[in-house]
Nanobody, 122 residues
Framework: VQLQASGGGSVQAGGSLRLSCVTSGRTFRWYTMGWFRQAPGKEREFVGNTNWPDGSSDYADSVKGRFTISREYAKNTVYLQMNSLKPEDTGVYYC????????????????WGQGTQVTVSS
């Protein structure tokens, strides 16, 4: 599985961005998909995911109510809609995938995209 993330950029606090992650292969719908982020000097942290097979979602407390993950099966794409952005949301965002149900640990995900930079200014 190959993951290609895009959609990052610079935005002022309170603004919105939508990240996209296109996956290769025909088994997209059978994978848990998620997002992590890493700020400068900090460890990589879980943002959210949408699980296979039940479609349940989980979000970090820091983004709950502001970020939403969705899938577009026809395009093999998962999205991260980010609203009400804050400067602390700044970082490199990574799209991730795994064949099984996965949690909040980086070790749960076998596949990683290249990352896309998000910068939120105050």
């Amino acid at each position: 599985v190959q993951l290609q993330a895009s959609g990052g950029g610079s935005v002022q606090a309170g603004g919105s961005l939508r990240l996209s992650c296109v996956t290769s292969g025909r088994t997209f719908r059978w994978y848990t998909m998620g997002w992590f982020r890493q700020a400068p000097g900090k460890e990589r942290e879980f943002v959210g995911n949408t699980n296979w097979p039940d479609g349940s979602s989980d979000y970090a407390d820091s983004v709950k109510g502001r970020f939403t993950i969705s899938r577009e099966y026809a395009k093999n794409t998962v999205y991260l809609q980010m609203n009400s952005l804050k400067p602390e949301d700044t970082g490199v965002y990574y799209c991730v995938a795994d064949r099984d149900r996965a949690g909040r640990n980086t070790l749960h995900y076998a596949y990683w995209g290249q990352g896309t930079q998000v910068t939120v200014s105050s």
